[in-house]
């Protein structure tokens, strides 16, 4: 995690070197991305990112976790799980993350590095946080709905996570980059014919989910 030093720098300069590392890392990912660049492109000098983080990979990490939690806050506005059917929210929740993701390509870069990291160690480190971060936010949401009975009798809400899981993954990157999605072929389609088809998606998981 970041040091001291990290959080007394002015909220400027802070910015400067994570929107620095946040276009070096989306566009080459940890393993090919450069401290060098990231360092030139922020103005400052390359050691005293080493005042700011233990190593390429904290850095990497920090900046990923910084990210989500970004998303996660994107994704959940106008949600009201408390007064809502779950899959409404969830439709919500799949319209907020398609809009964000179209609007944000750096942030869709540091999701999709995050995702396909290759290096072992950096590829468990940020995806056993980013991940976690959407589970957590998930998990009450399917608990609740089964508490209503919205749920079919009997399923796993942990399977109904998962799945969305799964299904807010592929939305973060099969849109915007080729090869990803054979079937669908979502990166030929219009935004708006995206979404329609992720919410027929939903509209898939609540037939095989939801209470009759």
């Not at 030093?5 to 450069?34: C, P, Q, Y």
């Not at 492109?41 to 233990?54: C, H, N, R, T, V």
């Not at 942030?107 to 995702?115: C, D, L, N, T």
Request: glycine share 6%.
């Amino acid at each position: 995690m970041p040091t001291d030093t990290w959080w007394n720098l002015s909220d400027e300069k802070r910015e400067r070197i994570t929107h620095a590392a946040m276009v070096e890392f989306g566009n080459r990912g940890f393993s090919a991305g450069s401290l060098n660049v990231i360092a030139r492109e922020a103005g400052i000098a390359k050691g005293s990112l080493f005042q700011y983080f233990d190593d390429k990979l904290d850095m990497f990490a920090s900046i990923c976790d910084a990210t989500s939690a970004v998303i996660r806050e994107a994704t959940l506005t106008d949600v009201d799980a408390e007064h809502n059917p779950f899959f409404d929210t969830l439709r919500t929740i799949v319209h907020n993350w398609l809009e964000f993701f179209e609007s944000h390509p750096v942030e869709r870069g540091i999701a999709f590095a995050a995702g396909n990291e290759v290096d072992p160690e950096a590829g468990a480190a940020v995806r056993s946080v980013t991940s976690q971060r959407f589970a957590q936010a998930l998990r009450p949401l399917a608990k609740g709905a089964e508490a209503r009975g919205e749920l079919r009798p009997g399923v796993d809400t942990d399977h109904v996570v998962a799945m969305v899981v799964l299904l807010l993954r592929h939305l973060d990157k099969a849109p915007y980059y080729p090869h990803i999605d054979p079937v669908l072929g979502l990166d030929q389609k219009e935004p708006g014919d995206v979404e329609r088809i992720a919410l027929e998606l939903v509209d898939a998981l609540q037939r095989a989910y939801g209470a009759p």
